[in-house]
């Protein structure tokens, strides 16, 4: 899978698994007990009791509601303080993650650089997995409270069971932790292609830039080249010096792609082109031998 849909699906989940914790603390019923309607009486009286984090109600046969909200923080039980505290933790800390990993994620425009991006989704997805523990947390410790009452036998008073918003807790934080896993996996997967590349490493003896320069001096003034120390007085314990010798360019043949058909007629060409400039140069010699006065003497009729 590629990196990017990992993300992407990464960011589903934790977004999924924020909204699941933010329900259930709002929803009412997080430990439900009914009583009445037993032992065969001919009147059925059932009542239900339920409870949630910020407040008690009681509900009996005709529908009727009776609610008991908490007005102060110390007025509850000390779980209930541990369970809220816990949750809006993870609340914010997936919040912070939230915008951690929106700012990393490689479709996004936003964060800097690609290691600046990587650094940011590596907090972003700790904050994630980090506020999945903290709200699973709060949860266990919720259930365990109502559990241990439910199966002590020598309780007497009213038992709960737990209610819905239990059960939607726990699957929005492991929601909110796969999330988080999955950014987590889609750097691990970036890291490891990274360290994959080979690596080229070029060894050269001091300064590159002073060897080019001698190099170029002596082949084209054919000069001993100027010393390092000349050129930059500051470096020249730093560079050594660089002895090249002389450089004697001897031209290619060139590989022709002619025929050898062509090839001979165009010898036999140069061979004549040749010939007729000897010709033309011997005559030019005749004619600049030429004597006027030896010619007449020769052809007189006299």
């Known amino acids: 899978m590629k990196v990017r849909a990992i993300q992407i699906l990464g960011f589903l989940f934790t977004m999924f698994g924020w909204i699941f914790i933010g329900c259930s603390m709002a929803m009412e019923g997080w430990k439900v007990s009914a009583i009445g ?121 009213l038992k709960y069971v737990l209610g819905t918003p239990i059960f939607i807790g726990f699957s929005g934080s492991m929601f909110h932790m796969t999330g988080g896993l999955f950014h987590l996996v889609s750097l691990c997967k970036i890291w490891s292609a990274k360290h994959r590349e080979p690596s080229i490493v070029v060894a050269t003896e001091g300064p590159p830039l002073y060897s080019e320069l001698n190099a170029v001096s002596e082949i084209r003034s054919g000069s001993a080249a100027s ?51 000897s010709s033309k140069s011997s005559k030019s010699s005749q004619y600049s031998k030429f004597d006027p006065n030896q010619y007449f003497i020769k052809n007189s009729y006299i």
């Open 227 to 277: 010393s390092v120390s000349d050129l930059y007085p500051t470096n020249a314990a730093q560079a050594k010096p660089v002895v090249t010798k002389n450089v004697k360019y001897q031209s290619k043949p060139k590989h022709s792609s002619r025929s050898p058909r062509k090839l001979e007629y165009s010898q036999k060409s140069e061979q004549s082109s040749g010939s007729r400039q």
């Open 37 to 157: 309607g037993q032992g065969g009486s001919a009147i059925m009286t059932v009542a239900w009791y339920w409870s949630s984090l910020w407040r008690a109600c009681f509900t009996d046969s005709t529908a009727v509601t009776n609610c008991y909200d908490f007005p102060v923080l110390w007025s509850v039980e000390d779980h209930i303080q541990v369970v809220r505290a816990l949750l809006m933790g993870g609340m914010t800390t997936g919040v912070l993650g939230f915008v951690l990993s929106l700012m990393g994620m490689e479709c996004t425009y936003i964060g800097g650089k690609d290691r600046e991006k990587n650094r940011t989704l590596f907090v972003g997805g700790c904050c994630h997995v980090t506020a999945g523990l903290l709200a699973a947390s709060g949860y266990a410790v919720y259930s365990r409270y109502v559990s241990a009452d439910y199966f002590n036998p020598s309780y007497d008073g």
